[in-house]
């Protein structure tokens, strides 16, 4: 266990509920908050990283940002894991569709998450390791969508550490998009492989459930503002899985 604060994290020990929700952005934890959850408290503001415990159907819940890519999850993961002894955490968040199927504002829960990231080499294992959600979380997580309404897939994400890829002279066919997309991956992210490798390391649970912002298809896309504000069945559906997974 890692002695508490952390270097990340001012919380107090007991500050964090059992499952927290991981947005990237810090605006999007702090909207959570304030719309979702009851009595909610500051806990965390180390570096604009906020998060805050509150209860959601009686339960008590955090929420806190993640920033972007797979060290900043890699970090905050490790510390709620191994300091607070948190037992679940959550990604939701954006990701870009590649599938013509996945449209804007669809849900994506990601049963893996394949990437190009090196994040898995400090680990020291043999071969390639298969970053994997819980299947409980996983389980509730369908469960929830559908009780939501919502129009959900669930499969592959890719994790990448590169937001501006350079395809230019990529010849056409060999382009990494389109080896994903032959490969039946959904969409594309940069959190959610770290999240999975952290949570199997240490023995806990992790989903990343995602609303599609973008299409590399068809070329729409959604505005930061609506990133920040306008995916609320993906945050009912994460915090329904929070309520129930709280009674397991």
Partial sequence: MLHTPTPHISAKPGDFGKTVLMPGDPLRSKFIAENFLENPVLVNNVRGVQGYTGTYKGVKVSVMASGMGMPAIGIYSHELFNG???KNIIRVGSAGSIQKDVKLYDLVIGQGACTDSNFAAQFHLPGT???IASWEL?????????ENGAHYHVGNLNSSDVFYGDH???PEGLDSVYGLQKMGVLALEMEAAALYMNAARYGKRALAICTISDSIV???ETTSEERQTAFTTMMRVALDVAAAMERK
């Fill in 84 to 86: 607070y002894g948190v």
């Fill in 129 to 131: 390791f298969a970053p």
């Fill in 138 to 146: 996983l389980r509730e997580a369908v469960k929830a969508a559908e």
């Fill in 168 to 170: 230019v002279g990529v």
């Fill in 218 to 220: 068809t070329g729409e």
